[in-house]
Nanobody, 120 residues
C-alpha cells in the first residue's frame, strides 16, 4: 500500500511565497515522475509542474519563472517553491507521483490535496 501526503498550504498575500511538500511512503520499489497538479473552483485539474527521476523539470506556462519543483530521491519527497503568488494561483494543490510498489506494477497516486489561497 502506498500513501501520498501533501503539506504546506495556507493563506498568503499576493506577491508572497509558499512551499508545498509531498511525501510518499509504504510499499515503494521505485518512483518515476513526480508532479504537482492544481484545481481551482469550477475549473479542471491542471498540471503545475513535474520532475522526472533524472531531474528534468516541466512547468505550466502560467507558473514558469515563479515556481520551482525539486525532489529528494532518498526521502521519496517532492516539493514546489511558489514565489510571486497571484490570486489566480488559488486552488487545491495535489501531489501526483508515479510509483512502482513492486517490480511488476506501476501506478499513479493522488494525494489528498492542500489548499492554497492567495488573497489580500
Amino acid at each position: 500500500q502506498v500513501q501520498v501526503v501533501e503539506s504546506g498550504g495556507g493563506l498568503v498575500q499576493p506577491g508572497g511565497s509558499l512551499r508545498l511538500s509531498c511525501a510518499a511512503s509504504g510499499n515503494i520499489f521505485r518512483i518515476y515522475t513526480m508532479a504537482w497538479y492544481r484545481q481551482a473552483p469550477g475549473k479542471q485539474r491542471e498540471l503545475v509542474a513535474s520532475i522526472a527521476s533524472s531531474g528534468t523539470t516541466n512547468y505550466a506556462d502560467s507558473v514558469e519563472g515563479r515556481f520551482a519543483i525539486s525532489r529528494d530521491n532518498n526521502k521519496n519527497t517532492v516539493s514546489v517553491q511558489m514565489n510571486s503568488l497571484e490570486p489566480d494561483d488559488t486552488a487545491v494543490y495535489y501531489c501526483y507521483p508515479e510509483i512502482s510498489p513492486t517490480m511488476w506494477r506501476r501506478d499513479k497516486y493522488w494525494g489528498q490535496g492542500t489548499q492554497v489561497t492567495v488573497s489580500s
